[in-house]
């Protein structure tokens, strides 16, 4: 049995590199949607979903091997 199966591969690359790349202000799916609402580009300091589901997902590693499922929603 592999070590990462490949459900959780996926979610942890959701909820990396897809969920950060709206924070980089340059990038495409952060650019358009505040340049649709003519919003400041300040307003990506509010998105706390973005911020925060690389944080808990690092932070769910550190469960104990029962834990992570739920904690992941797997």
Request: overall charge positive.
């Amino acid at each position: 049995r592999p070590l990462f199966p490949n459900e959780r591969r996926a979610i942890g690359l959701e909820n990396t590199s897809i969920v950060t790349a709206a924070l980089i202000p340059w990038s495409i799916a952060s650019s358009v949607p505040v340049g649709i609402l003519d919003a400041p580009a300040s307003c990506l300091l509010f998105a706390f979903y973005l911020i925060l589901l690389p944080v808990w997902s690092f932070a769910a590693q550190f469960l104990p091997a029962g834990r992570i499922k739920r904690a992941l929603g797997v």
